[in-house]
């Protein structure tokens, strides 16, 4: 049972957007919604500045709020990989897994009507191929694969390195790491 | 009737008749039939057409439909992944404001009345003033004026018309001056794709160079590796870039000051010794004389000129010459700034020289000897005029002088000029001061425009040719000279749209229409493609399949002692002190000259470039419009709020000729210096045809009404002009 998730290595990404717009033609995301941005963010004042750039999409939570709050039973966490996913024909866009997760990584997909977000592009997974964003990613700073597999992409980048999850303190239990800084003194 | 830019303003607005509104939505439920099993996809390889890289793309198409689009693992610019723009390549393709069939102007030019017409009718209309124009004043009254794949069909067409006269704004508005400089230095220029070792180097030094945001597919997957790796990277930008970002010491240089910085390096890594002497022994020639020529720049001296601490400048000088020769110097590519950009480049080429970084493993590499072989085509007639590319500059290139063919369009002097061919060029974005291209355009007879896109130029021509896109035609095979040779070729992926048609197919066709048909003896471009892959002696069949070849390497791509390099200079050595220039009149080592800086109030008007866009040709495009809508005018916080702006607020912008812009949304932000405004390229599109881009947004060419020549190659600095910020209204 592959254990699937996702690291962003924050220093190799260069805000190109090819995640974003090969997201959005693999999955048929409305125009105007998003399954992944990328964030650019800059503090201090010139010319001493700091820079981050990073990518946002579903963190495929082990504790996951979006499936916690659904009504329906439309979300769930597939046991076999740890994916969060969403039975379409069972989502009744209440809007109240858009509401529960505090990373705004889902949307009511206007075209259709029932909630969406990043699947970790499981239809690919399924035929042997990486998700969308991280087969196009240019700067190869998405990086995917197998948590239990210790030579899998996402293990082999973690390894000693500083990494963190977003909003921690939320107990949310992301899937997605990201690697901010160099963890050698530079 | 004299049209000026005002009177098409005024009159763009105007519905265009002709273009039929098509319906091409999306198709919602193709991705979840293929799922259920009911359709198959299938996938087709190709290369990509929305900038210039030509990346690998391969294709899949769901019922006829192209659905997404993947970098083809096999080739060498893409390596399986394409940047936004060529993820975003099916939005051209479907882009509902596309030219749908060829038009007639019937209003005066610039109006934007056009009516319908059958190819048969807009080539007959093309070729009859063509046979007139050659018949009245000579085949050299026609020029061309061209970029990308559509120079392989449309040029030989020309050159069979018999003008001599073609104009590519990538050499005098963009690349030129610096292929100028490195040829001058080490016989050569530094190639497209750049041979940039950056995968390999321990320090990077960008100079005005925005990588990543400026989205070259392999150069930045290269550069993000380099990062990865620990490269150490030198940014020198005015704008806190994407790249200052990642940099180990970023350098926010007085605008117009770069050359003051490139002779304080040199003259520091001569004085600590830190050039690699026993390369330039065996190399060069000249150090002596730039040795004296550089030894006056001071870091304290450039310190006052660039505004940065004259310590940064050690320092970094210092990191350079300690990790040479796995330096690379990146060689910039639009380099088309101030009108001394030859020499500013030569002195990228000389630093890099000093260092020992040229043929060497993390510098810049050599190219590989091989070729293939481009197939016989019938001689092209002998001009009888001379060519007016060179435009009288010393060092122009073959890619010639645009300007100055618009400039003798004008005068008609030394003969007239009375037609112009444009063809993936939107010169009204691409060449400075808009006026004299309207002025030049109001003395021709004929306009003809072959474009995907109903551009500002596009807009103004007597006949449009409707050309398909990329995804829907054949084009010259890409022959990639990097460390390996690949063969690419681009084929349809489905057919054209609308009444739109192939490059080769309109330039054929026109060719019979002139009694040219001899120059283009195959039925259609495969077969042409098929023949020269027989020549080459590959498979065109494995080549058809796979997208791209790649030939056995047949090159080494650094000196090693059974690897010596050749320099294509007069004295077979890289030049540190040019004779050629000094010949001709030239300062022989680079000598720095102080720009005018902007007066009080006014701003110096800088350009770059948006990751999600080429230039004016994508603002469109809806998957990639949809990422950003309209440029924005980067002015430093302090600034905007002296002026009573914040970020989000529109502006408008005029400059110091009274040249006054579209409005144009603030970003108010600390990563610009206080004496300049940055905006990206290519905003600003004058007509209603592009429904999602036009009028959105600033157009910066439109407020370059002044340039600097460069009097060694031609090319136009296009960097000195100054602006100020007005409220709207």
């Known amino acids: 049972m592959p254990k699937y998730a996702m690291v962003i290595d924050q220093r190799r990404c260069v805000a190109c957007m090819a995640c974003v717009v090969a997201c959005k033609n693999e999955n048929e995301v409305p125009p105007e919604q998003y399954r992944t941005r990328v964030l650019e963010m800059v503090e201090g004042e010139f010319p001493l500045l700091r820079m981050e750039l990073r990518s946002e999409l579903c963190n495929h939570c082990d504790n996951p709020p979006c499936v916690y709050n659904c009504p329906t039973g439309a979300s769930y966490k597939r046991k076999e990989d740890g994916i969060v996913l969403l039975r379409k024909n069972r989502c009744v866009g209440c809007k109240a897994c858009v509401a529960a997760c505090p990373y705004s990584a889902r949307y009511i997909n206007h075209e259709k009507g029932f909630a969406d977000k990043c699947t970790f592009c499981d239809h690919r997974l399924k035929e042997g191929k990486e998700p969308a964003c991280v087969a196009t990613c240019i700067g190869k700073s998405r990086i995917f694969g197998d948590m239990d597999d210790p030579k899998s992409p996402v293990r082999l980048a973690l390894k000693g390195a500083d990494a963190t999850v977003l909003l921690e303190g939320a107990g949310t239990k992301p899937r997605v790491f990201y690697i901010k800084k160099f963890s050698k003194p530079e | 009737m004299k049209l000026s830019r005002r009177t098409f303003l005024k009159t763009s607005g105007i519905a265009t008749a002709g273009i039929a509104a098509a319906t091409a939505g999306p198709e919602k439920f193709l991705l979840w039939a293929e799922e259920a099993g009911l359709i198959q996809a299938t996938y087709v390889p190709t290369f990509c057409e929305i900038c210039f890289w030509k990346c690998g793309a391969i294709a899949k198409v769901l019922n006829g439909r192209v659905v997404k689009l993947d970098g083809n693992p096999v080739h060498g610019n893409s390596r399986g992944k394409l940047c936004a723009r060529g993820n975003g390549g099916i939005g051209l393709l479907y882009d509902k404001d596309r030219l749908k069939t060829p038009l007639i102007n019937v209003g005066k030019r610039g109006e934007g009345k056009y009516r319908k017409a059958t190819w048969d009718e807009a080539l007959g209309v093309v070729a009859e003033k063509m046979k007139g124009i050659r018949e009245q004043y000579g085949p050299e009254a026609m020029a061309i004026f061209t970029h990308g794949a559509p120079t392989d069909h449309f040029l030989p067409l020309l050159s069979a018309y018999g003008t001599p006269n073609v104009g590519m704004p990538s050499f005098a508005q963009c690349r030129g001056p610096r292929d100028v400089g490195y040829e001058l230095t080490f016989g050569e220029g530094p190639g497209s794709p750049e041979r940039v070792d950056l995968v390999n180097s321990k320090v990077m030094v960008l100079i005005g ?516 910020l007005q409220k709207e209204g």
């Not at chain 2, 010393?394 to 300007?403: I, M, Y």
């Open chain 2, 209 to 724: 160079s925005h990588l990543g945001e400026n989205m070259h597919n392999s150069q930045v997957q290269d550069f993000a590796e380099a990062i990865g790796r620990g490269s150490k990277l030198i940014v020198v930008d005015p704008r806190y870039s994407i790249a200052a970002g990642k940099a180990e010491q970023w350098l926010p240089i007085r605008p117009a000051t770069d050359l003051a910085l490139l002779l304080a390096w040199i003259n520091i890594i001569i004085t600590e010794g830190l050039y690699d002497r026993a390369y330039l022994d065996q190399y060069a020639e000249g150090f002596a004389e730039l040795a004296r020529e550089v030894s006056h720049c001071t870091p304290e001296w450039a310190a006052k000129e660039t505004d940065l601490p004259a310590a940064q400048i050690v320092e970094t000088a210092r990191m350079m010459g300690h990790n040479a020769p796995a330096v690379t110097i990146h060689p910039g590519r639009h380099a088309t700034w101030y009108g001394d950009d030859v020499q500013r480049s030569r002195a990228m080429a000389i630093l890099t020289a000093l260092l020992g970084s040229w043929g060497r493993s993390g510098g810049m590499f050599f190219a590989t000897k091989a070729s293939l072989p481009k197939g016989e085509s019938k001689p092209f007639p002998e001009p009888t005029k001379a060519s007016l590319n060179g435009g009288g500059y010393p060092f122009a290139g073959a890619e010639g002088v645009t300007q100055a063919i618009r400039t003798a369009t004008i005068t008609g002097a030394p003969y007239p000029l009375k037609g112009w061919f444009v063809s993936g060029t939107n010169l009204m974005k691409s060449l400075p001061n808009q006026q004299e291209t309207v002025d030049a355009i109001a003395k021709l007879d004929l306009l003809v425009v072959v474009d995907v896109m109903p551009m500002d130029l596009t807009m103004m021509a007597d006949v449009i040719l409707p050309e398909c896109t990329y995804l829907e035609r054949h084009d010259a095979l890409a022959i990639g000279k990097g460390k390996s040779l690949s063969v690419s070729l681009r084929q349809p992926v489905i057919k054209p749209l609308y009444d739109s048609q192939p490059g080769w197919w309109i330039a054929k066709e026109l060719a019979k229409k002139l009694d040219l048909g001899e120059y283009f003896p195959w039925n259609s471009y495969e077969e042409k493609i098929k023949a020269q892959c027989k020549t080459g002696g590959i498979s065109y069949d494995d080549l058809k399949k796979l997208g791209c070849l790649t030939i056995p390497d047949t090159s080494a791509p650094y000196i090693t002692p059974e690897n010596q390099p050749t320099f294509k200079t007069e004295s077979g050595k890289i030049q540190l002190y040019s004779k050629e220039l000094k010949e001709k009149g030239f300062d022989p080592v680079p000598v720095y000259v102080r720009h005018p800086l902007p007066p009080e109030g006014f701003f110096r008007l800088t350009y770059g470039r948006s990751s999600v866009h080429t230039f004016s040709r994508t603002t469109n495009n809806p998957a990639l419009n949809e990422l950003y809508k309209e440029n924005e005018v980067w002015i430093n916080a302090n600034k905007a709020k002296a002026l009573g702006f914040s970020s989000g607020d529109y502006a408008v912008l005029v400059n110091q000729d009274g040249a006054k812009s579209n409005r144009i949304r603030v970003k108010a932000t600390q990563r610009i210096r206080e004496d300049m405004v940055y905006m990206v390229h290519g905003w600003g599109s004058l007509g209603k045809e592009l429904s999602r881009s036009g009028r959105k947004g600033a157009d910066d060419q439109g407020l370059i009404t002044k340039y600097a020549v460069d009097p060694i190659a031609g090319s136009t600095g296009m960097r000195v002009n100054f602006v100020k």
